[in-house]
């Protein structure tokens, strides 16, 4: 149990729609991460939000999309679905920006299965 | 079920000493078995793999190797260096029908001093 909840754990969407995937971070953790994974691949990293700004972000189109709240819990947003969306959305929190590796701990969530049909 | 133990941290190293960061895992069958690290202010990279027993990944200079005798799946090197400052990930894949999704140790923090 790593505090760290995504919801729903599973949906199926139409290519063209739009989802939105959620995260609770762990208490007291201000920095959130989401990355996708793929069937057979590793996670890729999808963005980064410390307190409530995006402070970093990999190489996704403009069409995933996030937000952090002020509880630091948070959203991504995928629109114009593609078949090759389909994957594990993963969640992980932690505390600080990691930036440092001050020995701050990164708990991931369970994911959320994504399947783009 | 599954789960992945690493050894915690911080872990502070001069540059040039040997590191091992332990990980042990629980799992059925045949798993597959990660190490990923994470630099400050990147995402998770996969640092090397062994998808069967006595495999041994490398990369970088750094290595494990697949003990499944012990469910083991240490991380070593030799000889640090300042940009090997990271966040280390131990992880599994059960290879077990469908279930691909990776299970992650808590990960494990290293600081190299120059």
């Known amino acids: 149990e790593t505090g760290v909840t995504q919801s729903p754990t599973h949906l199926i969407k139409t290519r063209g729609q739009q989802v939105t995937l959620r995260c609770s971070s762990q208490s007291g953790h201000n920095t959130v991460s989401w990355y996708q994974q793929a069937l057979g691949q590793g996670p890729q990293f999808i963005f980064q939000?410390?307190?409530?700004?995006?402070?970093g972000r990999g190489n996704f189109p403009p069409r995933f999309s996030g937000l952090q709240f002020p509880n630091y819990s948070s959203e991504l947003n995928v629109n114009a679905l593609e078949l090759d969306d389909s994957a594990l959305y993963l969640c992980?929190?932690?505390?600080?920006?990691?930036?440092?590796?001050?020995?701050?701990?990164?708990?991931f969530g369970e994911g959320s299965w994504l399947t783009v049909v | 079920g599954n789960s992945v133990t690493q050894m915690e941290g911080p872990v502070t190293l001069s540059e040039e000493a040997f590191l091992t960061i332990n990980c042990t895992y629980t799992a059925t069958g045949y798993p597959s078995l990660f190490w990923y690290v994470q630099y400050p202010g990147e995402g998770l990279q996969l640092l090397l793999k062994?998808?069967?027993a006595d495999d041994k990944g490398s990369n970088k200079g750094f290595e494990a190797t697949y003990r499944k005798e012990t469910t083991s799946f240490h991380l070593e090197k030799g000889s640090v260096q300042v940009s090997d400052s990271a966040v280390y990930f131990c992880?599994?894949?059960?290879?077990?029908?469908?279930?691909?999704?990776?299970?992650w140790g808590l990960g494990t923090s290293l600081a190299v001093n120059p």
């Open positions: 939000y410390y307190r409530e700004e995006e402070n």
């Open positions: 992880a599994l894949s059960p290879n077990a029908g469908n279930n691909r999704k990776l299970i």
């Open positions: 992980a929190s932690s505390s600080g920006a990691a930036r440092s590796v001050s020995g701050n701990t990164i708990y």
């Open positions: 062994a998808t069967k």
